[in-house]
Protein backbone atom coordinates (compact mmCIF):
# COMPACT_ATOMS: atom_id res chain seq x y z
CA UNK A 1 0.00 0.00 0.00
CA UNK A 2 2.63 2.76 0.84
CA UNK A 3 4.26 1.46 -2.33
CA UNK A 4 1.48 2.87 -4.33
CA UNK A 5 1.04 5.97 -2.20
CA UNK A 6 4.95 6.52 -2.92
CA UNK A 7 3.73 5.97 -7.35
CA UNK A 8 1.00 8.12 -7.12
CA UNK A 9 3.16 11.25 -4.98
CA UNK A 10 5.46 10.90 -7.71
CA UNK A 11 3.20 10.70 -10.79
CA UNK A 12 1.37 13.98 -9.15
CA UNK A 13 4.77 15.60 -8.65
CA UNK A 14 5.83 14.60 -12.33
CA UNK A 15 2.97 15.71 -14.06
CA UNK A 16 3.10 19.37 -12.08
CA UNK A 17 6.62 19.42 -13.15
CA UNK A 18 5.63 18.64 -16.66
CA UNK A 19 2.77 20.61 -17.05
CA UNK A 20 4.01 23.43 -16.61
CA UNK A 21 6.80 23.40 -18.87
CA UNK A 22 6.50 24.79 -22.44
CA UNK A 23 6.44 22.70 -25.34
CA UNK A 24 8.24 23.52 -28.59
CA UNK A 25 4.96 23.16 -30.16
CA UNK A 26 2.87 25.16 -27.96
CA UNK A 27 5.85 27.65 -28.27
CA UNK A 28 6.14 27.29 -32.18
CA UNK A 29 2.39 28.12 -32.44
CA UNK A 30 1.99 30.89 -29.86
CA UNK A 31 5.17 32.49 -31.93
CA UNK A 32 3.00 31.75 -35.28
CA UNK A 33 0.52 33.51 -33.95
CA UNK A 34 2.09 36.36 -32.52
CA UNK A 35 4.10 37.23 -35.75
CA UNK A 36 1.05 36.99 -38.08
CA UNK A 37 -0.96 39.58 -36.13
CA UNK A 38 2.27 42.20 -36.53
CA UNK A 39 4.01 43.35 -39.34
CA UNK A 40 6.01 40.15 -40.21
CA UNK A 41 2.03 39.23 -41.18
CA UNK A 42 2.23 40.96 -44.56
CA UNK A 43 5.47 39.79 -45.92
CA UNK A 44 5.33 36.42 -44.74
CA UNK A 45 2.17 35.01 -45.17
CA UNK A 46 0.53 34.52 -48.98
CA UNK A 47 0.14 36.36 -50.95
CA UNK A 48 3.13 38.48 -49.32
CA UNK A 49 6.41 38.74 -50.48
CA UNK A 50 7.45 35.82 -52.45
CA UNK A 51 11.17 36.44 -51.40
CA UNK A 52 10.08 37.00 -47.74
CA UNK A 53 7.53 33.41 -48.36
CA UNK A 54 11.19 31.71 -49.36
CA UNK A 55 12.75 32.41 -45.64
CA UNK A 56 9.48 31.22 -43.83
CA UNK A 57 5.81 31.12 -44.42
CA UNK A 58 2.89 32.02 -41.75
CA UNK A 59 0.48 30.01 -43.55
CA UNK A 60 2.55 26.56 -42.49
CA UNK A 61 2.18 24.74 -39.45
CA UNK A 62 5.74 24.04 -39.27
CA UNK A 63 6.45 27.33 -40.64
CA UNK A 64 10.35 27.91 -39.56
CA UNK A 65 11.36 24.49 -41.02
CA UNK A 66 12.92 26.26 -43.90
CA UNK A 67 14.71 28.35 -41.68
CA UNK A 68 18.74 28.31 -40.74
CA UNK A 69 19.43 28.61 -36.77
CA UNK A 70 21.10 32.03 -38.22
CA UNK A 71 17.89 32.89 -39.56
CA UNK A 72 16.09 32.52 -36.47
CA UNK A 73 18.39 33.97 -34.26
CA UNK A 74 17.55 36.84 -36.26
CA UNK A 75 13.50 36.88 -35.43
CA UNK A 76 13.48 38.81 -31.99
CA UNK A 77 15.75 41.17 -33.05
CA UNK A 78 13.67 41.84 -36.50
CA UNK A 79 10.60 42.21 -33.87
CA UNK A 80 12.10 44.59 -31.72
CA UNK A 81 11.75 47.46 -34.53
CA UNK A 82 11.93 50.99 -33.82
CA UNK A 83 8.65 53.03 -34.84
CA UNK A 84 10.48 55.00 -37.64
CA UNK A 85 11.44 51.60 -38.85
CA UNK A 86 7.76 50.40 -38.63
CA UNK A 87 6.40 53.02 -40.42
CA UNK A 88 9.17 52.42 -43.41
CA UNK A 89 8.00 48.87 -43.68
CA UNK A 90 4.65 50.22 -44.11
CA UNK A 91 2.95 49.37 -40.52
CA UNK A 92 1.29 51.37 -37.83
CA UNK A 93 3.75 50.81 -34.59
CA UNK A 94 0.55 51.41 -32.38
CA UNK A 95 -0.66 47.83 -34.01
CA UNK A 96 3.11 46.18 -35.23
CA UNK A 97 4.95 47.25 -32.22
CA UNK A 98 5.71 43.93 -30.47
CA UNK A 99 5.15 43.63 -26.62
CA UNK A 100 7.61 42.92 -24.02
CA UNK A 101 5.79 39.38 -23.20
CA UNK A 102 5.34 38.71 -27.20
CA UNK A 103 9.36 39.19 -27.25
CA UNK A 104 10.26 36.87 -24.48
CA UNK A 105 8.08 33.98 -26.06
CA UNK A 106 9.96 34.87 -29.23
CA UNK A 107 13.43 34.13 -27.35
CA UNK A 108 11.79 31.07 -25.43
CA UNK A 109 10.47 29.96 -28.82
CA UNK A 110 13.84 30.47 -31.01
CA UNK A 111 15.69 28.78 -27.82
CA UNK A 112 13.91 25.84 -27.81
CA UNK A 113 13.53 25.43 -31.56
CA UNK A 114 17.81 25.40 -31.74
CA UNK A 115 18.02 23.32 -28.72
CA UNK A 116 15.36 20.91 -30.42
CA UNK A 117 18.03 20.39 -33.73
CA UNK A 118 20.68 20.38 -31.92
CA UNK A 119 20.58 19.02 -28.73
CA UNK A 120 24.24 19.05 -28.61
CA UNK A 121 24.17 22.70 -28.63
CA UNK A 122 22.76 22.01 -24.49
CA UNK A 123 26.08 19.72 -23.78
CA UNK A 124 28.43 22.48 -25.15
CA UNK A 125 26.75 25.85 -25.60
CA UNK A 126 24.87 27.28 -28.78
CA UNK A 127 28.41 28.29 -29.90
CA UNK A 128 29.50 24.98 -30.80
CA UNK A 129 28.39 22.71 -33.20
CA UNK A 130 27.96 18.65 -32.31
CA UNK A 131 31.80 18.01 -32.47
CA UNK A 132 32.14 19.84 -29.90
CA UNK A 133 34.25 22.46 -31.86
CA UNK A 134 33.37 26.25 -32.08
CA UNK A 135 31.64 27.02 -34.78
CA UNK A 136 32.25 29.70 -37.98
CA UNK A 137 30.37 32.36 -38.37
CA UNK A 138 28.48 31.60 -41.99
Known amino acids: MALWRLLILNLAFLSGVCGAVE??????????????????????????????????NLDRENWA???????????????DLQDEEIVEMGGDPHRHKFTKR????????VRAEIK????????????????GEASQQR
Open 23 to 56: SLEMLRVESRQILRTRLCGNCHIPPGNSRALKIY
Open 65 to 79: FSMSERQLEQIPGRA
Open 102 to 109: ELEILNRY
Open 116 to 131: DRNPAATLFGAEHNQS
